[in-house]
């Protein structure tokens, strides 16, 4: 359903779905002198319904975001027309969207319309602040969309964006591990995409009986997110952990040499993304669909969004189409 919501319900009921920084972090398929972090929680994605009509699995919600800074929210989504995410704004923050299945398409007040399909990104980087939608292009569509914060110096930058096609994300393969580099570096190869706060996400694929040795920056917030598994497969942290089973996320605690993983499933892939980043250490004060650091900030962005003014002056005109 693509009619537009008005002010006072998008400021009640909003969630949705950069020049992004390269970083650099090493990678081993092997576990010799390789020292994990250990598994500190894990957090199953409950299904909730969200924009008009849309459902997703909340990984990451606010009572996650000290422990998981710079990161704000992580929805997994599944939509199908006609229902979807309508004219919404945002400010203070990044949203990266990546598609599973499917297709999205997307539209601002700032004249950028684009559709996304299988394998493809979409960085934005919301900043001072931007009206948009985010629609079903396909009658099965699903995704992953993560919340990224800015600093306080960065809040109110000009929005931005950088889309990044299938072709274009590297890849790389060994000992029946493949991963896809969306942000960072791993096995040898680096992502072209810039990072404004600091982040690594990767999309890893195990064959059974495969493991894999992930270096991560010894600061850095971390966690995994679970997307196939089979039966006592996804195991993180040591060789004799729990198994993790689908559409859980793992937080993995700071030092060492960053992440390992093991497919014990004896039939199935497991896949999963990893995904880590540079804590900003500034305080968090959120309302919906706005991020910023103190309450007067966030009391003025609902007014500058109300009165259309200071990054949302087309508010009061713009409908998406």
């Known amino acids: 359903m693509r009619a537009a919501i008005n002010k006072a319900n998008t400021l009640r009921a909003l969630v949705t779905f950069g020049f992004i920084r390269n970083i650099t972090s090493m990678s081993s398929s092997s576990s010799q002198s390789f020292v994990s972090r250990s598994v500190i929680k894990k957090i199953f994605a409950k299904l909730q319904k ?20 710079p990161f704000l929210m992580l929805d997994e989504f599944s939509v199908s027309p006609p229902a979807g995410f309508p004219d919404h704004p945002h400010r203070g923050f990044e949203t990266v969207t ?22 493809d990104v979409q960085w934005m980087t919301a900043g001072r602040g931007i009206i948009h939608s985010e629609m079903p292009e396909e009658e099965v569509n699903k995704g992953l969309q993560l919340w990224i914060n800015l600093s306080s110096k960065e809040k109110m930058i000009e929005p931005n964006y950088q889309e990044l096609s299938n072709s274009d994300i590297p890849k790389a393969e060994q000992n029946g591990v493949q991963v896809k580099v969306i942000a960072g570096e791993s096995m040898g190869i680096q992502s072209p995409v810039y990072t404004r706060t600091p982040t690594m996400f990767l999309d890893f694929t195990l064959d059974p009986g495969a493991q894999f040795h992930q270096n991560v920056p010894e600061s850095w917030n971390t966690f995994a997110y679970v997307l196939e598994s089979g039966e006592g497969g996804a195991v993180f942290g040591s060789s004799n952990s729990s198994p993790v089973s689908s559409h859980n996320v793992v937080v993995f605690g700071q030092g060492n040499d960053g992440v390992s993983v093991w497919n014990k499933s004896s039939s199935k892939k497991l896949r999963f993304v990893l995904i880590a980043g540079e804590p900003i250490g500034e305080p968090v004060v959120q309302y919906g669909p706005f991020v910023m650091n103190t309450q007067a900030e966030i009391d003025m962005t609902i007014e500058d969004y109300h009165y259309s003014k ?10 998406s189409q």
């Open 98 to 119: 990546y598609v599973l299945e499917g297709g999205i398409t997307h539209q601002d007040f700032k004249g950028h319309k684009g559709t996304i399909y299988v394998g």
């Open 310 to 319: 200071n990054g949302f002056e087309m508010a009061e005109y713009w409908r």
């Open 50 to 69: 969200e924009g008009d009509g849309a459902v997703v699995r909340r990984g990451i919600s606010r009572s996650e975001q000290k422990l998981l800074d």
